[in-house]
């Protein structure tokens, strides 16, 4: 068993200072509580009936321990060398420049982006995936794996990059040199780009890198997300001095790029106003022609969080039925 969120254990540390401070309180109530009859403060002061009474304490610090274990989401790991199955082989291109703030999609484009890409993923069964962001410049998030979980993961913490351009044909030769060089496959290798604004940075045209994936065979579906052409949307700017700023700002959709890029490479172009215009890429996707797809290192993760907090929602229940009946202090 192995945690895939560590950091919550983090937590731990947390309990043995709640202990200690009930330890504390407790000795001080014992010792300032005022006893009419010193038969009746003999019974309170029974060690044996103050142990009884640090039950429900103890039930609810187990139940604090179990939670921070289902946090830090236990798995049991499962490799499976030599993984085989019919796929397809993806680069995922994702625009991360600023005018993904944009808010006329709820709450912002880059999340009803990632939201989409998080549900193309898992509608995906033995398609091989990477992943690739970018802006001015392209980095690369996630190389080919079926290993969704963690695709996934890398996807949630995706954020903006503040250098302020689009660099279109950069993300596009990034994914096909992610895909070239895959060995013996035959199958289909395609690209799916999701950008909202125009090419207007970088040292490659999208002419030029929609040549180079059409030279390798790989097919680029593009999307472009919002209104076409120049439209004035509001974004929400984190400034450091100003704090959060809400302005409206003039970004431009180009259609006849993203057009072109799916032309010349044998893809198609999609406008998605919202998130739910994107299940056309997805019908489209899955009649493409499936070859045999391997991976040496399959990786697959069984949850075990589960059994965790349903034993400390157990205890916790158990210890307010003793806290309010058997073991109830009465001021």
Not at 55 to 69: D, E, G, Q, T
Not at 166 to 185: E, F, H, K, N, W
Request: proline share 5%.
């Amino acid at each position: 068993m192995i945690l895939l969120s560590p950091y919550f254990l983090i937590l731990l540390l947390f309990i043995p200072s709640i202990i200690y401070f009930y330890i504390k309180n407790r000795k001080r109530a014992t010792n300032t509580i005022p006893y009419s009859k010193v038969g009746m403060s003999n019974v309170l002061l029974n060690k044996k009936s103050f142990k009884a009474k640090d039950i429900p304490f103890a039930l609810i610090m187990v139940a604090i321990f179990l939670s921070i274990i289902a946090l830090s989401r236990p798995v049991i790991v499962d490799y499976k060398r030599d993984a085989v199955g019919e796929g397809i082989y993806i680069s995922l291109v994702l625009d991360v420049s600023p005018s993904m703030l944009g808010e006329d999609m709820s709450p912002t484009r880059l999340e009803v982006a990632k939201n989409t890409l998080i549900k193309f993923i898992n509608d995906r069964q033995f398609d091989k995936i990477s992943l690739v962001t970018f802006a001015m410049k392209s980095s690369v998030i996630s190389p080919s794996t079926f290993d969704y979980n963690d695709l996934i993961s890398r996807i949630e913490k995706i954020n903006i990059d503040y250098e302020g351009s689009t660099s279109i044909g950069v993300g596009i030769v990034t994914a096909v040199d992610m895909l070239r060089s895959v060995p013996d496959y035959k199958g289909d290798k395609i690209i799916i780009l999701l950008t909202d604004g125009d090419n207007n940075a970088g040292e490659i045209e999208p002419s030029f890198a929609s040549e180079i994936a059409s030279l390798y065979g790989i097919k680029v579906y593009t999307i472009g997300l919002g209104k076409p052409g120049i439209s004035y949307v509001w974004i929400t700017i984190d400034d450091p001095v100003k704090g959060k700023n809400r302005v409206r700002m003039p970004f431009q959709l180009n259609e006849e790029v993203l057009i072109s890029i799916a032309k010349k490479t044998g893809g198609k172009y999609f406008n998605a106003s919202s998130s739910k215009t994107l299940s056309d890429v997805y019908s489209v996707i899955s009649k493409l022609e499936k070859q045999n797809v391997s991976d040496d290192s399959a990786i697959e993760y069984f949850e075990l969080y589960r059994p965790f907090l349903m034993a400390a929602l157990i205890l916790v229940f158990i210890a307010l039925v003793l806290k309010t009946t058997k073991y109830l202090i009465v001021p």
